[in-house]
């Protein structure tokens, strides 16, 4: 064989077992759960393989689906405007900081080490009946009995919001950073306010950040079942919950495979959207 | 005036994020025997009657063990992949990045449904192999994306000079490039062991009946009841999450620093 022949191989051999990983145990199965979709649980509990349309017929109609899914979709787009708000200041903050940048930006990911459920039954000890809150309420004699503030929809998307603010945070640093300051400053120079120069220069600027951290926040957001598990009630699951509930409590495969092909469908067309007008570069930025 | 507003706004939103973790360190060393507030004294109990559970310690085995088998198969092919992407000009090597990302642009909940049920139908059931295949998959768009971002950076300079000097690719690989990567090898290791270690949205479908690992026995262990051990669980997590990565930091900075980086 040629060395050019050789050359063009080599890099095809490297990429072979990840590229044989990612087909086998990703994209073969989505494969496999389409075709599982139109099979049908039978009373028996066995799968009769087939083309049913049972399943989608009942995850597209009925009302309960439907319901749960626009409400997870709108807890997940609360969840994204409050970290866009809480987080769009910190990150201009950082980035605009001399002195302790590099601190911040450590405490900034050391959110990520910190385990999803850890920092999500953290608010059980700050709202619970015996927590932080309660307790130091009654120590002041302002209530008399603890005020029982967990298991809501505003906790979990509480809970949310606290698990996904750093991606927001990162993501709109990561592109206020790289704006060249000069800019502000001869928006300044040509007359403009430090707020106009802000919102006509540097604000513009950075919502690829903005919608890079937005995207993250939405489709993690929509897709966790574990934050309504910890922190909501009997009423607050979200879509993934009934995947979840269908798949693991009631075995109902055929449905299971149909309820998260629906909620892939949603979410996957957000990421196409974005990449589509924004690209993937920008999210890789943030993650990488 | 401005300024100052954004500031103490940062302040709060740094509050917001720490908070409640340091709430949870704080009420993992109360005496008191319901893990809550009030704070009733200094105890380290709560660490001891952990170390004695034989149910947290059986997860704990099980969470290193899935851990670092799962760096060490998603490093290894992370890295294959990424000196491919990063060294060789590959035809559609876009679309060769976003498939191989792919795994995290998928809802986790669907990539483990899709995985539990494909494999399940080849006969492989909910077992380690099952939980340690997901994490595999689910880690490796991470790994490929911290050494990608840290193998650009190295040049090829020095391994023509290598190679001009007489040394096979062979040689070449092993005593130039492979040590020069390691640092980014270590730490898309250590990104892959954090990530699994912490999972819990995947490992609740992939896991067999009476497996647990670290989250899910937390998970468990939340759905009883507000057990006082959990908080020094979550603290000794953090410990490990953070306190290794951090010192991982620390001794990169000083490799750094004797070679002269």
Redesign the interface.
């Given at each position: 064989m040629s060395v050019e022949a050789r050359?063009a191989r080599?890099?095809?051999i490297?990429?072979s077992?990840?590229?044989t990983?990612?087909a086998l145990?990703?994209?073969?199965?989505?494969l496999?759960?389409v075709v599982?979709s139109f099979w049908l649980r039978t009373a028996t509990g066995a799968d009769e393989v087939g083309f049913f349309l049972d399943n989608w017929q009942e995850a597209l109609t009925d009302a309960f689906y439907r319901d749960i899914l626009l409400n997870t979709l709108k807890i997940a787009a609360i969840t994204t405007l409050a970290c866009a708000v809480?987080?769009y200041?910190?990150a201009?903050?950082?980035a605009r900081s001399k002195g302790n940048k590099a601190i911040?930006l450590l405490?900034l990911m050391?959110?990520f080490?910190?385990?999803?459920?850890?920092?999500t039954?953290?608010?059980?000890?700050?709202l619970?009946v015996?927590?932080?809150f309660?307790?130091a309420m009654m120590?002041l004699g302002i209530i008399d009995e603890p005020i029982q503030m967990l298991y809501n929809e505003v906790t979990v998307i509480l809970g949310l919001v606290?698990f996904l603010?750093?991606f927001m945070?990162l993501n709109v640093f990561v592109s206020l950073d790289g704006i060249d300051t000069n800019l502000e400053d001869a928006a300044n120079s040509l007359g403009a306010t430090?707020?106009q120069a802000f919102t006509n220069v540097t604000l513009p600027l950075s919502l690829p950040g903005l919608a890079a951290g937005g995207l993250l926040c939405f489709?993690l957001g929509?897709?966790?079942?574990?934050t309504p598990?910890?922190l909501g009630g009997p009423t607050d699951a979200m879509f993934?919950n009934l995947?979840?509930e269908a798949?693991?409590t009631q075995l109902n495969?055929p449905l299971?495979?149909a309820l998260?092909?629906m909620?892939?469908v949603v979410?996957?067309a957000l990421?196409l959207i974005y990449n589509r007008y924004l690209g993937?570069a920008q999210l890789?930025k943030g993650?990488? | 005036m401005g300024w100052n507003l954004v500031r103490i706004w940062t302040v709060l939103v740094y509050l917001f994020m720490f908070l409640p973790v340091a709430v949870v360190v704080l009420l993992s060393f109360n005496a008191s025997q319901f893990g809550s507030f009030p704070m009733t004294g200094f105890s380290f109990r709560w660490f001891v009657e952990l170390a004695q559970n034989e149910a947290i310690l059986r997860a704990f085995r099980t969470s290193i063990v899935l851990g670092l088998l799962t760096a060490m198969i998603s490093t290894t092919l992370g890295v294959l992949a990424s000196l491919a992407l990063v060294r060789y000009r590959v035809p559609g090597s876009n679309l060769i990045s976003t498939l191989l990302i792919a795994p995290i642009l998928v809802p986790e909940v669907v990539l483990a449904v899709a995985l539990l049920l494909f494999l399940n139908f080849l006969q492989i059931n909910k077992s380690f192999t099952l939980l340690l295949l997901g994490h595999v998959i689910f880690t490796l768009p991470f790994v490929i994306l911290v050494v990608q971002a840290r193998l650009v950076s190295i040049k090829r300079d020095v391994e023509e000079a290598a190679m001009s000097l007489g040394a096979s690719p062979r040689q070449t690989f092993f005593q130039i490039t492979l040590p020069l990567m390691l640092p980014a090898v270590l730490a898309g290791a250590l990104f892959a062991f954090t990530i699994s270690f912490d999972d819990i949205t995947g490992t609740l479908f992939w896991k067999p009946g009476g497996v647990e690992t670290v989250p899910t026995q937390i998970f468990a262990m939340l759905r009883n009841s507000i057990s006082p051990e959990i908080n020094a669980l979550g603290t000794v997590m953090i410990v490990m999450t953070v306190g290794l990565p951090l010192l991982g930091l620390a001794i990169a900075r000083q490799v750094a620093k004797k070679s002269g980086g």
């Open positions: 050359e080599q890099p095809w490297l990429l077992p990840a590229l990983a990612v145990l990703l994209f073969v199965p989505l496999f759960i599982y809480m987080g200041p910190a201009y903050f950082i911040l405490l050391l959110p080490w910190i385990s999803y459920i850890i920092r039954m953290s608010w059980i000890n700050i619970g015996s927590g932080a309660n307790t120590a606290h603010l750093p945070v430090r707020w489709v929509a897709g966790t079942y574990i598990l910890v993934a995947v979840f798949i693991i495969w299971g495979s998260s092909l909620l892939l979410l996957g990421v993937m890789m993650l990488g | -």
